[in-house]
Nanobody, 124 residues
Framework: QVQLVESGGGLVQAGGSLRLSCAAS?????MGWFRQAPGKEREFVAA???????????YYSDSVKGRFTISRDNAKNTVYLQMDSLKPEDTAVYYC?????????????????WGQGTQVTVSS
């Protein structure tokens, strides 16, 4: 069982930045971020593959592309989500997720392990 612990959420003004972290208890092939706003379904945000020789492939939803950056520290089994130019519509609970095998990274039902979630609130 892989344990995921998120941190870094909070309150920020529109246009500001936050960085989320997710520490895994062991290495997994894919780590990603999803979010769920009040009254909405959980949606894909970003994901990355592990790679031994180079930064792994990264994937983003259209709504965050160009503003958010996902990265991982393989030595620490940690994935980060740098969120810049935040908008009020980015307000949500952000969840870290992980899976050991190759999957469609945008599908939440493909992931086996989930963190507890961290609240991000962007004020206008």
């Amino acid at each position: 069982q892989v344990q995921l612990v998120e941190s870094g959420g909070g309150l920020v003004q529109a246009g500001g930045s936050l960085r989320l972290s997710c520490a895994a208890s062991e290495r997994t092939f894919v780590m990603g971020w999803f979010r769920q706003a009040p009254g909405k379904e959980r949606e894909f945000v970003a994901a990355t593959h592990w790679s031994r020789w180079s930064p792994g492939s990264t994937y983003y939803s259209d709504s965050v592309k160009g503003r958010f950056t996902i990265s991982r520290d393989n030595a620490k089994n940690t994935v980060y989500l740098q969120m810049d130019s935040l908008k009020p519509e980015d307000t949500a609970v952000y969840y870290c997720a992980a899976v050991r095998t190759i999957v469609d990274v945008t599908r939440q039902d493909e992931y086996d392990y989930w963190g507890q979630g961290t609240q991000v609130t962007v004020s206008s």
